[in-house]
């Protein structure tokens, strides 16, 4: 919501929009950050570098972050696995793709065409 006031923005209604794909200054709040996973990693005797390996998802303004439900489970099971589809149910993501949120209906798409094309080549 935006109020303007003599015409100029009234600062206290108006708001800024993160998200998990642009997080903004949030960023290091929004995943376990590369320090947070070592720690993890040094209290649960577990290797940062195949725990960075299996896990280490993405980067935000030069921040490094990890899916933390993936990580903890990780270490409360003592093994790493892949847990992030447990995190959330399909129906969300079936959502996003279709109302084509941050173009990943477009991205799907190239993605098909990309490993149909593939196939054709091993065939």
Do not use: H
């Not at 993160?18 to 590369?34: K, N």
């Not at 570098?49 to 990580?71: F, M």
């Not at 941050?102 to 065409?113: E, L, Y």
């Amino acid at each position: 919501m935006k109020r303007f006031v003599n015409g100029v923005l009234n600062r206290y209604y108006s708001f800024r929009e993160y998200t998990i794909l642009d997080a903004g200054p949030l960023a290091e709040f929004i995943g376990f950050t590369g320090e947070e996973v070592q720690s993890l990693c040094e209290e649960y005797a577990m290797d940062f570098a195949e725990c960075r390996r299996w896990y280490d998802g993405y980067t935000q303004r030069g921040i490094e972050l990890y899916n933390p439900e993936s990580v903890v489970v990780s270490m409360e099971k003592q093994e790493y696995g892949s847990y992030w589809g447990q995190t959330s149910s399909y129906e969300v993501i079936a959502d996003r793709i279709r109302d084509n949120f941050a173009g990943t209906k477009d991205a799907k798409s190239r993605m098909t065409i990309f490993f149909r094309n593939r196939e054709r080549c091993f065939v």
